[in-house]
């Protein structure tokens, strides 16, 4: 049994439907479904009663639920009382997608370093939808991410860079001499996206539902120049944020803007209601600073 098993299971019970509970935890809802449905086999019983549209607990889900919520206050106090174990007042960690260079990050990141050498601090690359899970588990102090999807109830961010997206096409593309375009007009396209993973691809698919379709994806992929190459030898369209296809500049491709104004923005984030190590908060300051004179 897996501490997230509970949690999911926790969550379905709290909004009612499988789809909310995904949507909190922003993985997809046959995800959690399959979660759940191990951890009945697991435990060797029905836990929810999926017969009518709304979900109820069974007999022997309602038997779980207390001893479920038990689990997750000790492993959430466990949690808080091992925090402070991990960090040393000279050290933080950042969890981020892989936006560093794109963005000017790496230079920020290199300048704290030498204005700060006794301060220690790690980055881990990790993809976009697991970003706040693992803040939430306070696998990491801090993050850079896209501002999208935050619950600003419970995170406080930076807005470190603005973006929004575009539509990128092979220069042999039929919309290619267009000089704007709406999402609304691509639903007949191939869509080239990134992996299902990453918050763009989960960003591109809400936006296009929103515009009235479920967009066609002949591929995906975690690797931003297999996008570009496909889109180059016009098999399909991909929508990006502007500043990726700024710094990889790839031949046979154009960039056309889009008529909505779908934003993006580059955030740091954390807890609200966990207390960041003293060298995290000097790197919060720092940011704050950097980004007061103009910079990244």
């Known amino acids: 049994m897996?501490?997230?098993?509970?949690?999911?299971?926790?969550?379905?019970?709290d909004t009612g439907s499988f789809s909310a509970a995904a949507d909190e935890h922003y993985i997809s809802q046959s995800s959690l479904s399959k979660m759940i449905i191990a951890l009945e086999k697991e435990l060797g019983v029905s836990l929810f009663d999926r017969s009518k549209r709304k979900v109820f607990l069974t007999p022997a889900g309602e038997a779980f639920l207390g001893h479920a919520r038990k689990l997750d206050a000790t492993y959430k106090a466990m949690?808080?009382?091992?925090?402070?174990?991990?960090?040393?007042?000279?050290?933080?960690?950042?969890?981020t997608i892989p936006v560093l260079t794109q963005y000017g990050i790496t230079t920020l990141l290199a300048q704290f370093r030498d204005s700060h050498p006794n301060i220690r601090f790690s980055l881990?690359?990790?993809?976009?939808?697991?970003?706040?899970?693992?803040?939430?588990?306070?696998?990491f102090d801090l993050a850079f991410t896209r501002h999208n999807y935050l619950n600003h109830?419970?995170?406080?961010?930076?807005?470190?860079?603005?973006?929004?997206?575009?539509?990128?096409?092979?220069k042999n593309n039929r919309h290619a001499n267009r000089t704007s375009i709406s999402l609304k007009e691509l639903s007949n396209d191939n869509f080239?996206?990134?992996?299902?993973?990453?918050?763009l691809h989960k960003l591109i698919m809400d936006e296009c539902r929103k515009a009235g379709f479920d967009p066609t994806i002949f591929y995906s992929s975690h690797?931003?120049?297999?996008?570009?190459?496909?889109?180059?030898?016009?098999?399909g369209l991909a929508i990006m944020p502007v500043k990726v296809y700024e710094y990889y500049q790839y031949p046979d491709?154009?960039?056309?803007?889009?008529?909505?104004?779908?934003?993006?923005n580059i955030v740091l984030v954390y807890l609200k209601n966990r207390k960041l190590p003293e060298a995290a908060r000097i790197f919060?300051?720092?940011?704050?600073?950097?980004?007061?004179?103009?910079?990244?």
């Open 79 to 95: 949690m808080v009382e091992l925090d402070g174990y991990k960090s040393t007042p000279d050290s933080f960690s950042i969890a």
């Open 124 to 139: 881990d690359e990790i993809d976009g939808l697991n970003i706040l899970p693992a803040l939430d588990e306070h696998r």
């Open 223 to 235: 690797r931003k120049m297999s996008v570009f190459g496909l889109v180059g030898t016009n098999i």
């Open 2 to 13: 897996e501490t997230r098993q509970i949690q999911y299971f926790l969550s379905v019970v």
């Open 253 to 264: 491709v154009l960039a056309i803007p889009m008529e909505e104004n779908i934003v993006c």
């Open 192 to 199: 080239i996206v990134f992996d299902r993973v990453t918050d």
């Open 153 to 170: 109830d419970r995170y406080a961010s930076l807005e470190i860079c603005k973006d929004k997206l575009l539509v990128v096409v092979s």
């Open 284 to 296: 919060v300051d720092y940011m704050k600073q950097a980004i007061e004179n103009g910079k990244p």
